[in-house]
């Protein structure tokens, strides 16, 4: 699995298996099927209920092998309940460390300062390999790098042809930052666009297929969420082929500033 060199000196594969809505038997499988297929990587959040059952799936394979993201919620960041979180979350996974802990959502009525002092802790004690932040703006990212003891290694946003967060996905590239582009498929809205439909054909692909590859192509992270085998075996194919400079600008600029996540967003916007 191909993979991009973080901040923090770890590498992380630019493929992952996302996991929300994925619970009971559905994720057991799910998770089994991307793993058994190649995937190294997994996106799951305390949100998302279902760390039990990828802990059950990822005892079973080599751990050392494996990328492991998870996220603390927004409501719980002060310092004490970080460390509780990430502790809960570690024994859910059965596992000794995590290898990406992001921050699920910014929350304004906690300094900031307080939960990367917790994150620093998680780091030095090792339960903690890299960390990061998820659906922070510009100006958020910012703040969180320069009020931040260890170096920020990704920021998780929603990003898809419909939502092209190019500024931000610069500002990421300048500051060191991966980009991991979450809803890559815009949760299935993109599936049959016309002008994407019309570019595979001269590639031979899916429409899956065309948008995660042009995500990559920019140098982000993607986590597509797949639960049958057919999804998660075809979302790999994205590494052998390039899109062309025209095509990737033609899809670029299809932009439609449309989220499939929180349609409240811009309170958190610059
Ligand atoms: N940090 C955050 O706040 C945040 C927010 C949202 C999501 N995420 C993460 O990002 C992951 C992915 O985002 P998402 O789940 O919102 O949506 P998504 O990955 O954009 O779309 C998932 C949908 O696309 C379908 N799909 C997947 N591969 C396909 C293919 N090759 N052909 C046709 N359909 C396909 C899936 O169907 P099947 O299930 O039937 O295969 C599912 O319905 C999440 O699971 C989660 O891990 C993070």
């Known amino acids: 699995m191909k993979s991009i060199k973080l901040v923090s000196g770890y590498e992380m594969p630019v493929l992952g298996i996302g996991t929300w809505g994925l619970i009971g ?63 809960k979350s570690l024994r859910e996974l059965q596992t000794n460390y995590i290898d990406l802990y992001l921050i699920h959502w910014p929350n304004s009525s906690i300094q900031i300062e307080e939960t990367l002092k917790a994150f620093k802790k998680l780091v030095k004690d090792k339960k903690v390999r890299s960390i990061g932040i998820s659906n922070f703006s510009i100006r958020l990212m910012k703040e969180a790098i320069e009020k931040s003891e260890i170096p920020i290694s990704v920021n998780q946003v929603e990003y898809h042809p419909y939502l092209n967060q ?52 920019k140098r982000t992270v993607v986590i597509p969420k797949a639960s049958s085998e057919a999804h998660i075996k075809e979302n790999m194919d994205i590494f052998s082929w390039k899109i062309s400079e025209e095509d990737m600008n033609k899809i670029s600029s299809i932009d439609k500033r449309e989220r499939v996540v929180n349609s409240s967003f811009s309170e958190f916007e610059d």
Do not use: M
Request: net charge neutral; proline share 1%; aromatic share 8%.
């Open 166 to 217: 190019e500024a931000l996905l610069e500002s990421c590239k300048e500051e060191n930052v991966v980009l991991t582009a979450y809803s890559p498929l815009a949760r299935g809205d993109i599936l049959d666009d016309k002008l994407l439909k019309e570019i595979t054909k001269k590639y031979n692909r899916t429409i899956s297929q065309l948008v995660l590859r042009w995500l990559v192509q």
């Open 25 to 87: 038997e559905k994720c057991k499988e799910a998770v089994t099927t991307a793993l058994k297929l190649g995937y190294t990587h997994i996106d799951t959040a305390d949100y998302y209920h279902n760390h039990k059952e990828i802990g059950e799936v990822i005892k079973k394979f080599n751990r050392k092998k494996l990328f492991i993201t998870t996220k603390v919620q927004g409501s719980g960041l002060d310092y004490d309940s970080v460390l509780k979180d990430c502790d």
